[in-house]
């Protein structure tokens, strides 16, 4: 399967290349462009494609996501960020949530112009036979003329996983396109997925990677350790049809410019814009075993909704459909017009449906309608921003209200000009139909929760010339719901606040570089949301050139966060729980590397989890009974061809 995929992409990107040149909507000069589109009214931001070489391996890893992740030891598997400040507000399929890092979606997606054909082939592997971990990405991009780019991303994981009953298999694909003219902009993602996980619930015993000398004599593999789980999955599937539409309004300016038949060339202005986005999304989760003894071991033989025995094949699916209709004012097209001025009706259609006790599934729907606008700066050199609002007016979101803002200046600091930002937002968010409503094998929950109300305030100063990044936040939420111990959706009746402080530094002295990055949280329950008080992210290197071409990285890695009651893992559910006896942390997860750069090519080799061989003791756990990989060799390779 990954060598098809990625000699189609390659004798593809081969073919074209004798494509006819096309120039980009945002700066003629480059050869490519990229940008990226706000999902509700489909604003343009600018973008940069990530071709970059420090850190290209470590991005690789899911440890790479953030300062601080949690996830189950496997690439491919459930994550979520120590980071509270990171985490995304919980969807309306919340089975989605766990794998946001590996999910494609219109708002994150890098859309392209490019004069000339491009692809890329981007391939990382781990690991023996038995344990293998791969992951082939390809992206096809081709312009046919200058106003329309179409192409396709596709994005395969394989990972067999190092334990028991740890496998994870992901195949997601984009098609988009975009047309971008004077008075027409268009922008179309489509996105098919399909995520299968075992399921292993973790190790029986903890002291196999802590204290393997206590457990046996004799050496063990990790694939021999037991497991609580066995022959059972989750699988995850779903599409996504994303349309974007813009019809522009304006008139022509001439120019000073004169074509070669002498005729004054006209720029076109655009004034306003009337807008359409078209948004469905279609998804189905499923949990099933081949050993419903050993699951039901595993959940203490609990008083279960269905009480007929049967095993666990649990399934749950939803569909959502989303019309926005919007007007929007451009910026620049007059003197006093110095800001984005849009005003947009959203109309929301969703459908669940679980399993009953009867062979008849139980179905929900429901409507909802938001009115917002949006309001930006993108232009100027000294101040920009943004902000955005919407409030539900009808159906079951009926007062819902969202605000964000974020404004960024620039001021003179240490003989450098300095960027300060600083965002916020305000929310009242009625909880989702799943944290309310549930029916499966081993849960089932009715609530009537209240709405959940954040309010967030946050800065962030940069310093280019000292690489240095500072920044704190501080949010208030009122009726928090989490997973309680026994994984049911709880809601804290109280406030919550957290603090957040960031800190970033990057050093360098000829060849040597020290980069370094720090979070300090605090919260005021830890009992209802556990944090680890301080988390780091550490790696040295120094940078080298062979021959003049070919750049060279090599160095280590760590990343490091204090002991704290991390949550645990629900198979059934997919959520992260709440949990008081395990403490997880005050381990350096250290990993070597070498990172190289040889024109359109980037390969790297990391020894992974290094300091397993002489820390003692390897309590090398991400999440409670789940311990990352042991120590492995990783290599991988991006292509990017260009011609």
């Known amino acids: 399967m990954l060598k098809k995929i990625a000699i189609f992409f390659f004798l593809t990107g081969q073919?074209?290349?004798?494509?006819?040149?096309?120039?980009?909507?945002?700066?003629?000069?480059?050869?490519?462009?990229?940008?990226?589109?706000?999902?509700?009214?489909?604003e343009i931001i600018p973008g940069k494609p990530d071709t970059a070489l420090t850190e290209y391996y470590h991005r690789t890893n899911v440890e790479g996501h953030s300062v601080a992740m949690a996830y189950l030891g496997n690439l491919g598997l459930p994550a979520e960020s120590r980071i509270f400040f990171e985490r995304p507000d919980r969807s309306h399929f919340m089975f989605d949530d766990p794998f946001y890092i590996y999910a494609q979606a219109p708002g994150k997606f890098n859309f392209s112009n490019t004069k000339t054909p491009h692809s890329n082939i981007s391939y990382q592997r781990a690991g023996s036979r038995q344990n293998m971990e791969e992951r082939l990405q390809a992206l096809l991009s081709i312009n046919f003329g200058k106003k329309l780019n179409v192409g396709a991303n596709v994005d395969y994981l394989y990972a067999r996983g190092f334990y028991s009953s740890q496998s994870s298999k992901h195949l997601e694909w984009v098609f988009f396109g975009n047309y971008l003219s004077d008075r027409h902009q268009m922008h179309l993602f489509i996105n098919p997925s399909d995520y299968t996980n075992a399921e292993?619930?973790?190790?029986?015993?903890?002291?196999?990677?802590?204290?393997?000398?206590?457990?046996?004599?004799?050496?063990?593999?990790?694939?021999?350790?037991?497991?609580?789980?066995?022959?059972?999955?989750?699988?995850?599937?779903?599409?996504?049809?994303?349309?974007n539409y813009h019809y522009n309004l304006g008139f022509e300016?001439?120019?000073?410019?004169?074509?070669?038949?002498?005729?004054?060339?006209?720029?076109?202005?655009?004034?306003?814009?009337?807008?359409?986005?078209?948004?469905?999304?279609?998804k189905k989760k499923r949990f099933y075993t081949q050993d419903s003894l050993n699951l039901d071991n595993f959940y203490n033989n609990r008083d279960n909704f269905f009480k007929n025995g049967r095993a666990a094949n649990d399934s749950t699916s939803y569909w959502m459909l989303s019309n926005t209709l919007a007007l929007s004012m451009r910026e620049g097209f007059s003197s006093w017009a110095k800001f984005d001025l849009t005003a947009f009706i959203t109309q929301d259609f969703r459908s669940y449906t679980m399993m009953d006790t009867i062979p008849i599934q139980h179905e929900a729907n429901q409507r909802s309608t938001y009115v917002g606008g949006e309001l930006s700066k993108r232009k100027g050199k000294i101040l920009r921003y943004d902000a955005k609002g919407s409030l539900g007016v009808l159906g079951d979101n009926l007062g819902d209200m969202e605000l964000s803002g974020h404004i960024q200046t620039r001021i003179p600091i240490l003989k450098d000009t300095a960027f300060v930002d600083v965002w916020g937002h305000i929310k009242n968010l009625s909880p989702t139909y799943y944290e309310n409503h549930y029916r499966s094998k081993y849960f089932e929950w009715e609530n009537n929760f209240s709405k959940v109300k954040k309010v967030y305030l946050g800065g962030e100063l940069t310093v280019p010339h000292t690489k240095t990044k500072v920044g704190l936040g501080v949010e208030n939420v009122t009726?928090?719901?989490?997973?309680?111990?026994?994984?049911?959706?709880k809601q804290h009746s109280g406030n919550i606040q957290v603090l957040a402080l960031r800190a970033e530094q990057n050093l360098h002295y000829k060849a040597f570089h020290w980069n370094n990055q720090a979070v300090f949280q605090q919260t005021s329950d830890k009992s209802t949301l556990p944090l680890p008080d301080l988390s780091l992210y550490s790696t040295m290197f120094?940078?080298?050139?062979?021959?003049?071409?070919?750049?060279?990285?090599?160095?280590?890695?760590?990343?490091?966060?204090?002991?704290?009651?991390?949550?645990?893992?629900?198979?059934?559910?997919?959520?992260?729980?709440?949990?008081?006896?395990?403490?997880?942390?005050?381990?350096?997860?250290?990993?070597?590397?070498?990172?190289?750069?040889?024109?359109?090519?980037?390969f790297f080799l990391e020894y992974y989890n290094a300091g397993a061989a002489y820390i003692n003791p390897p309590e090398y756990f991400s999440v409670p009974h789940y311990p990352v990989n042991p120590t492995i060799l990783k290599l991988g390779l991006s292509v990017d061809f260009i011609n």
Not at 480 to 487: G, H, K, L, R, T
């Open 479 to 489: 009726n928090y719901i989490y997973f309680d111990p026994a994984a049911y959706p």
């Open 542 to 602: 120094i940078e080298f050139k062979v021959s003049k071409v070919l750049t060279v990285q090599m160095g280590a890695n760590v990343h490091y966060w204090t002991k704290y009651y991390a949550p645990a893992y629900e198979p059934a559910t997919q959520m992260f729980r709440l949990q008081h006896e395990t403490l997880v942390g005050n381990y350096p997860l250290i990993s070597g590397f070498l990172n190289c750069h040889l024109k359109q090519t980037r």
């Open 253 to 282: 300016r001439n120019t000073e410019q004169v074509s070669e038949e002498g005729d004054t060339i006209k720029d076109f202005i655009p004034v306003s814009a009337i807008i359409y986005t078209f948004d469905y999304k279609n």
């Open 200 to 243: 292993n619930g973790g190790i029986t015993d903890d002291r196999y990677i802590s204290h393997p000398d206590y457990i046996t004599s004799n050496a063990i593999r990790s694939q021999d350790i037991e497991t609580h789980l066995d022959r059972t999955w989750s699988k995850l599937k779903g599409n996504r049809i994303y349309l």
């Open 15 to 42: 073919l074209i290349a004798s494509g006819q040149e096309v120039a980009t909507p945002v700066d003629t000069t480059q050869t490519i462009n990229y940008w990226q589109i706000t999902e509700r009214t489909g």
